[in-house]
């Protein structure tokens, strides 16, 4: 029998981060640019479009700590003594208060940025996406973008006191928006549509979050005729004991069709919350099915700028494009910056399909 073939190395780009805070013009004046991450990508007509999540929050005050939320489109500020008794502040990414009231330190809006040659970006200078909805009230972050007969779709993370939702918006021209509200509920995030009908259906991977402690965090399949109304929902893949991503695992990248299947880059967590990436291969007629899924991380946090941040030790992507034979892989590097990761796509598919041909297909439960 054939030996399993590992991963090729990733070819982290030399000018990384490609993007990082100082790069984005704040929207207000009393609010600062903290990160820039977690971009959904699209390769369209020679330019590659990025879909960033821009994190905004107050400027510090000492002995304070503050957050911005958006009230109808209009932004509030609030402070709370950090000597508050029951006050916790143990996360960089939120607080909550002794009456148990949590609140996110970002106020997150999505913002778009081109390029020719997929390195080198112009960012726009005003929000693509900013909340404006009830449900977005917290944040509109962690876009996928991908095209399905000519319409960009773009779904994206709503964060509100109510939970995290998964909203739509669409664009043909990268100019205007139009907003459907959301398509999943609170809690469900990590949702990647695929981009073109499966047996006549649209198709998305969703990943459901658990408030109790029953059942794993886990990718999700499910269906819709209109890409509103969602059911026919199957688990497809599983956190995995003792590997990499034994905690939680979730969406990335949209699904990218090959001859072989689609391939599905992933991202997952160990219980120390350290997030790497990883890949799969799921059944082109029928993407419940998973082909192949390597024991292997494709991309692990090991540079400085991957371990060190605002939540150090994770690498995470919304997008990947194909462009000459490579897999660009678009990613969060510490909740910090964007960085780009290049890898052959043959060689990560032939290290998918020299699983499934040993029958070690790696997928754990499912």
């Known amino acids: 029998m054939q030996a399993s073939r590992p991963l090729p190395e990733a070819r982290r780009c030399p000018a990384n981060p490609i993007l990082k805070p100082t790069d984005i013009r704040p929207t207000h004046p009393e609010l600062e640019v903290c990160c820039v991450m977690n971009a959904g990508a699209l390769r369209r007509d020679g330019v590659t479009y990025l879909m960033l999540r821009v994190d905004e929050r107050p400027h510090p005050e000492q002995g304070y700590v503050s957050t911005a939320i958006s009230r109808e489109g ?6 709370f003594r950090r000597d508050t008794p029951g006050l916790d502040t143990h996360d960089p990414r939120g607080f909550t208060l002794p009456d148990g009231r949590m609140y996110i ?4 809006h999505l913002r778009l940025a081109r390029s020719k040659d997929g390195v080198h970006f112009a960012i726009e200078d005003q929000p693509a996406i900013f909340p404006a909805e009830p449900y977005e009230a917290y944040a509109a972050q962690d876009a996928r973008m991908t095209e399905i007969e000519g319409t960009v779709y773009i779904n994206y993370s709503a964060v509100s006191d109510h939970g995290i939702a998964t909203a739509l918006a669409t664009t043909t021209d990268f100019v205007t928006y139009r907003r459907h509200g959301l398509i999943f509920a609170p809690d469900n995030r990590n949702v990647c549509l695929f981009p073109r009908r499966i047996a006549g259906a649209y198709h998305a991977l ?23 109304h969602w059911g026919g929902h199957r688990r497809v893949m599983a956190p995995r004991p003792g590997a990499w991503d034994d905690h939680h695992i979730g969406g990335g990248a949209p699904p990218i069709e090959t001859p072989h299947g689609w391939l599905v880059v992933y991202h ?4 120390s919350n350290r997030y790497c990436l990883g890949v799969a291969l799921l059944d082109r007629d029928d993407p419940a099915r998973v082909l192949a899924r390597h024991t292997q ?13 605002f939540f150090g030790n994770v690498v995470f992507t919304d997008g990947a494009v194909v462009q000459d034979g490579l897999l660009r892989v678009y990613y969060g590097a510490s909740d910090e910056t964007v960085c780009l ?22 997928y754990g439960e499912n």
């Open 74 to 79: 209009r932004i509030e500020i609030l402070r």
């Open 105 to 108: 330190t970002v106020l997150s």
């Open 206 to 228: 969703h990943r459901p979050m658990h408030a109790v402690p029953i059942g794993l965090n886990s990718v999700w399949l499910a269906c819709s005729s209109d890409l509103t």
């Open 268 to 271: 997952g967590a160990n219980r």
């Open 297 to 309: 991380a494709l991309l692990q946090p090991v540079m400085p700028y991957e371990r060190q941040g």
């Open 341 to 362: 990761a290049d890898f052959p796509l043959e060689e990560v598919l032939s290290a998918l399909l020299s699983l499934s041909a040993n029958g070690d297909r790696n």
